[in-house]
């Protein structure tokens, strides 16, 4: 499993939105800023993130982004899972997956489900609340 650069990205913003929320809404371009994320790549990721309902945005002056929850309420998980499609460490445990002709006498499947279930685990029990956190 590698995160792309539209997941990372993903959750910085809604960090950024978070640590600067006053209830208004953020301009693409101030996010860009204290982000260093490009505005063209920010017109790619912040449609998804508001056609998922993370983020709602108003066009025009006044207008930008804010988030439509409180940062405990985003699971990285779930924000991974809609930017990436899959978290699954192999193919044949990804949603959807053709059968695999070696799941009977696969050695390897028993290590790999459970590495999928403790990357789901992990995940889905930290936040956007908790990125906040400053690390020691």
Partial sequence: M????????ALRVLIDLAEHSDGGFTAMKEIAARQ????KYLEKILPLLVSERL?????GK????????EPEDYKVRDILL?????????AC????AAPCDHIADCRTI????ELDRR?????????????MKKSD
Avoid: F, Q
């Avoid at 809609?82 to 192999?90: H, Q, R």
């Fill in 55 to 59: 983020i709602e945005g108003v066009h």
């Fill in 62 to 69: 006044g207008g930008g982004y804010r988030l439509t929850k």
């Fill in 82 to 90: 809609i930017t990436e499609g899959t978290l699954a460490p192999v």
């Fill in 93 to 96: 445990l990804e949603c959807g």
């Fill in 110 to 113: 028993p290590m790999w489900r």
């Fill in 2 to 9: 590698l995160i792309s650069t539209r997941g990372r990205y």
């Fill in 36 to 39: 260093r994320i490009s505005l």
């Fill in 119 to 131: 990357i789901n685990d992990y995940l889905g029990s930290v936040t956007i609340a908790d990125l």
